[in-house]
C-alpha cells in the first residue's frame, strides 16, 4: 500500500505541474483515483514492463538515464498519466524532454509504444 501512496503523490504533482504548464484537458481526480487502483496500476506495470523489454532489446534505443529512485518514479508517473490518457504526446514529450533534453528519440519511442496500447 505504501508503494500505491507514494505513485500517487508522483502522479498528483505531475499532474499540478502539467496543468500549471497549460496542459488542458488534464483530469487530477481521475488522475489520483486511478492511481490508487490497483487493478489499473497492476495492468499499467505490466504493459510499461513490456516496453522496457522490447526497449532493451533494441539495439537503436537510447537508454534514458533514470539512475536515481526519484528521476525513476518521475518517469514511470509519467508514463502512467500518458497510458492512462491523462496527458497527451505533446505533454509527456515536454516534459521529458525538460529534464532529458538529448534523449529526443528516447521519449518518442517510448510515446508511440505507450500510444499503441493505452488503456
Not at 5 to 21: I, P, W
Not at 66 to 94: G, H, I, P, R, V
Request: with cysteine.
Amino acid at each position: 500500500m505504501k508503494m500505491i501512496n507514494r505513485f500517487k503523490v508522483m502522479v498528483t504533482a505531475l499532474m499540478l505541474s502539467l496543468v500549471l504548464t497549460a496542459c488542458a484537458g488534464l483530469t487530477v481526480s481521475q488522475a489520483i483515483k486511478d492511481a490508487n487502483d490497483p487493478k489499473v496500476i497492476k495492468a499499467f506495470e505490466k504493459e510499461i514492463m513490456v516496453i522496457a523489454k522490447a526497449a532493451s532489446e533494441d539495439p537503436n534505443y537510447k537508454r534514458i538515464p533514470l539512475d536515481s529512485k526519484n528521476d525513476q518514479e518521475w518517469f514511470t508517473s509519467l508514463a502512467f498519466l500518458l497510458w492512462d490518457n491523462k496527458t497527451t504526446t505533446e505533454a509527456f514529450m515536454k516534459e521529458g524532454l525538460t529534464r532529458f533534453p538529448e534523449y529526443k528519440s528516447s521519449f518518442v519511442y517510448i510515446a508511440e509504444k505507450v500510444n499503441a496500447i493505452k488503456k
